[in-house]
């Protein structure tokens, strides 16, 4: 099971930024996928979430608005639009699969996002 998330870097307050995650080793179209990030010396917290179709996604307050999260079965791939972003959106991003697979949780390196004038 393998989550590679791309496309973070720096941008200034305002801009935008879109993450991509491949995803391989178990049945992706069958899980729910979400977007989850960690401040710098916070704990990790869970921003976007989509369903198997990509027909229903659910955001934290924090983001509801700005960030839009989608998903293309064909290819195994998660994104994760992201506007108007703050400074306090500033992160490490990963995806995962919502519920674990075969019983693990798996995690990928992340994507750094740093907003900053």
């Known amino acids: 099971v393998q989550f590679v998330e791309s496309g973070g870097g720096l941008v200034q307050p305002g801009g935008s930024l879109r993450l991509s995650c491949q995803v391989s080793?178990?049945?992706?179209?069958?899980?729910?996928m979400g977007w989850y990030r960690q401040p710098p010396g916070k704990e990790r917290e869970l921003v976007a979430t989509i369903n198997t179709a990509g027909g229903s996604t659910v955001y934290a307050d924090s983001v509801k608005g700005r960030f839009t999260i989608s998903r293309d079965n064909s290819k195994n791939m998660v994104y994760l639009q992201m506007n108007s972003l703050k400074p306090e959106d500033t992160a490490v991003y990963y995806c995962?699969?919502?519920?674990?697979?075969?019983?693990?949780?798996?995690w990928g390196k992340g994507t750094l996002v740093t907003v900053s004038s």
């Open positions: 080793g178990f049945t992706f179209r069958s899980y729910g």
């Open positions: 995962n699969s919502i519920s674990t697979v075969g019983g693990r949780r798996y």
